[in-house]
């Protein structure tokens, strides 16, 4: 799966009832997609407003082909879904999906949505640490009003503005998947804690994660390129290699990251969770009736929660409409 700078996996640790990083400056009414990075670039009506980046995702997303199997060992039979944490609706996925939700007993997701935690990463003062190259970079990208937002702030949250700028905030899968169990009774549960992923969005998307995402991101179009090919194959269901990307490591290479920094980054950030969550899946899984939501990259390639449970003698078959 494409990631940019490590931000499109580490929205995985954001969910709408806990997160909300992304600042709320005044937005413009102009079309973004025509003349954003001139008139608009000058006027700094960025981030689009709400309407506008609603419009974008409808286009850029018309309908889901999901990451969606069926789990299947001694004869029970549960589902998991891969998701995408920010800009892709409930609505947008097949009837199979919500029928098997609805059919479910039991609804696992990474945190149970009632878990809550104090944890409360410490305000920075962002702009004096970035220096005035850097801030003034960051201010171009994100626009001014929200960079005087963040002039003081947590690198975590400037990191995942940057990343989810351009995202539709009035869809947000997990929260609706959440909504939809809870009102047909299903119960639900977490695989792992709210406190415990705050710590690692933390530790991971650091001061210097966010001055290498300034540095390696040329400008605005370039956030709008990558945030739609990402969009794009997520819904047409095509990604097929999980944590950093070619691209992305190459970018983190020449701002400084070593191979084995970023090989331990994806580690923390995907494959240790992944390992966690199979014996949990096991137990659930033995059950049946039970349907999982997490994010998509969590279930792809060797090191993926699907190649790891048909190593422990599931059958797992996508569904894909």
Not at 54 to 63: F, G
Not at 252 to 268: C, K, P, R, W
Request: glycine residues 6%.
């Amino acid at each position: 799966m494409r990631t940019f700078a490590l931000t499109a996996v580490a929205l995985a640790l954001v969910t709408a009832c806990r997160h909300d990083p992304t600042p709320q400056p005044r937005t413009g009414s102009a079309d973004p997609w025509v003349q954003r990075a001139g008139a608009a670039a000058s006027l700094d009506m960025w981030p689009p407003s709400l309407a506008d980046r609603h419009a974008r995702a409808e286009r850029l997303c018309p309908t889901v082909t999901p990451y969606f199997f069926e789990i299947a060992k001694d004869g029970k039979v549960s589902h998991i879904l891969g998701t995408r944490h920010v800009g892709v609706p409930f609505a947008k996925f097949p009837q199979v999906v919500h029928d098997d939700l609805h059919a479910a007993k039991l609804a696992v997701f990474e945190v149970a949505p009632d878990d809550k935690t104090d944890f409360t990463a410490p305000d920075e003062p962002l702009r004096d640490e970035l220096g005035s190259a850097d801030w003034s970079h960051f201010a171009n990208l994100v626009g001014t009003q929200a960079a005087d937002m963040l002039e003081s702030g947590t690198p975590s949250t400037a990191t995942l503005a940057l990343a989810i700028g351009l995202e539709d905030p009035s869809a947000i899968l997990d929260k609706e998947i959440q909504d939809d169990a809870a009102n047909a009774g299903i119960p639900e549960r977490g695989l792992e804690t709210a406190e415990f992923q705050d710590h690692v969005l933390a530790k991971l998307l650091d001061l210097r994660m966010l001055r290498a995402t300034i540095e390696t991101t040329k400008d605005r179009a370039e956030l709008d390129k990558d945030a739609a090919k990402d969009l794009r194959e997520y819904c047409a269901g095509t990604n097929d290699t999980p944590g950093t990307d070619a691209e992305t490591r190459a970018k983190l290479e020449h701002v400084g990251y070593t191979a084995a920094e970023i090989d331990a980054q994806d580690e923390v950030l995907v494959y240790s969770r992944n390992r966690d969550w199979i014996p949990k899946l096991q137990k659930l899984f033995a059950q049946g009736d039970v349907f999982v939501a997490v994010g998509a990259d969590h279930l792809l390639g060797d090191k993926g929660v699907i190649a790891l449970l048909r190593k422990q003698g599931f059958t797992a078959t996508r569904i894909s409409k």
